[in-house]
């Protein structure tokens, strides 16, 4: 009877602690659900003028006199710059307003010889008229006749040379006002002005230096003062970007990311570094430095899927899975994954929404075993409907949630 009492004793707690490893243990579970998916390259780069003018001379070997434009004004079109010596220009023009005076006179002179000449040739032409009508009469001899005719041919000679040294006076006075307008043009150049309106970035006129063509612009101007962003892209990255694709990119000084969008693209990709270069055009660029460092997002490419954590995907050799939940039974599922959107994994096919997974698909689970889901939310896509399928996640999936 004793003996009875303690097998009795002794068989009770083994069943009760078979039927205490019986029992489901608890896991933590999420319901998957889908979100937007963006595929962000990140960019790095420099911000630059969009159009950047370069201000050079068109007077060449002239000094510098004075410099009207700084570093970070905003300039307009035909506004000027700075002013270049034209002593020698003027003293040109000086000149040349005496020569003009010249030819004048000297077309006044040729004037004047074309008509003597032509009063010559007139009274020559009424002598051979009438010497030749007064030859078939008899009254002049052959000889004076042939003295009339020589004497009209030499008037015509005179009138027509006169008429010559006129063309070509009149042709030295249009050769001077041509002169001129040069001499005129070169001392409006001497003025260096704006080509266009834009911010002033860099000055490299100083007073007294000498004007030339192979050396640095005396002025560089940011056309109408737009500053975008220049960007390097990796190669995996440059294949999937195209014009229009909105940006944000971080500033020094910004307290927020300015929005852009993908103006333009290199044609071709860098074959020594394997990077392309995009214009980002940036909104809201008042108060941008050229040359400061930027950088930021480009979205390539939005879309909506299934966005787990990334502790729920469980990759071996290239194959991913999950741990899917079913009525309190695990079971492995294989999935195909795509983008990693920051913690979370984007999931492209292999499981709905709604579907329980285990958070952490390395914990040793089993297939088929019986579980206890503990249901957590987890950081992921903000919309209205977020809060709408925490309220219902009880009623459909019948689990706890925290």
Do not use: Q, W, Y
């Given at each position: 009877m004793v003996l009875a009492f303690f097998l009795s004793a002794l068989i009770v707690p083994l069943f009760a602690v078979e039927a205490a490893g019986q029992e489901p243990r608890p896991v933590t579970v999420v319901a998957a659900r889908q979100?937007?998916?963006?595929?962000?390259?990140?960019?790095?780069?420099?911000?630059?003028?969009?159009?950047?003018?370069r201000v050079n001379p068109l007077v060449q070997e002239k000094e510098i006199r004075q410099i009207l434009a700084e570093v970070g004004a905003f300039v307009e079109k035909g506004q000027p710059l700075a002013v270049l010596d034209d002593t020698d220009a003027g003293m040109l023009l000086d000149r040349n307003v005496v020569q003009g005076r010249r030819a004048e006179a000297a077309i006044a002179q040729e004037r004047s010889r074309v008509e003597a000449a032509m009063i010559t040739e007139r009274e020559a032409h009424k002598l051979l008229e009438r010497s030749r009508s007064l030859q078939v009469k008899g009254v002049v001899s052959q000889q004076i006749l042939d003295e009339h005719e020589n004497a009209h041919a030499r008037a015509l000679s005179q009138l027509e040379l006169a008429r010559q040294s006129l063309a070509l006076a009149e042709a030295d006075r249009a050769l001077i006002e041509r002169e001129r307008l040069e001499i005129r043009l070169t001392i409006e150049r001497s003025t260096v002005r704006a080509p266009a309106s834009g911010l002033v970035l860099a000055r490299n006129a100083r007073v007294g230096a000498m004007t030339s063509s192979s050396g640095?612009?005396?002025?560089?101007?940011?056309?109408d003062g737009d500053i975008e962003m220049e960007a390097r892209v990796s190669e995996t990255g440059f294949v999937r970007l195209g014009e229009g694709m909105p940006a944000e990119i971080h500033v020094a000084g910004k307290a927020r990311p300015l929005i852009g969008r993908v103006r333009l693209s290199a044609a071709q990709l860098d074959p020594a570094?394997?990077?392309?270069?995009?214009?980002?055009?940036l909104a809201g660029d008042e108060g941008l430095v050229a040359g400061a460092f930027g950088r930021g997002t480009i979205n390539a490419l939005q879309r909506r899927n299934i966005l787990l954590p990334g502790t729920a995907v469980e990759?071996?050799?290239?194959?991913?899975?999950?741990y899917v939940v079913d009525d309190g039974i695990v079971s492995p599922r294989i999935v195909t994954v795509g983008l990693q959107q920051g913690n979370l994994r984007e999931v492209i096919e292999g499981l709905t929404e709604g579907e329980l997974v285990v958070l952490k698909a390395g914990s040793f689970?089993?297939?088929?075993?019986?579980?206890e889901p503990v249901v957590a939310d987890y950081p992921g896509p903000s919309g209205p409907e977020l809060s709408t399928f925490r309220s219902s996640l009880a009623d459909i999936t019948g689990a706890t949630v925290r």
């Open positions: 979100g937007a998916v963006t595929d962000r390259i990140a960019v790095v780069g420099t911000l630059v003028a969009r159009e950047e003018i640095d612009p005396m002025f560089v101007i940011a056309e570094t394997r990077m392309g270069t995009v214009r980002i055009a990759s071996r050799r290239g194959v991913h899975s999950v689970l089993k297939a088929e075993e019986r579980i």
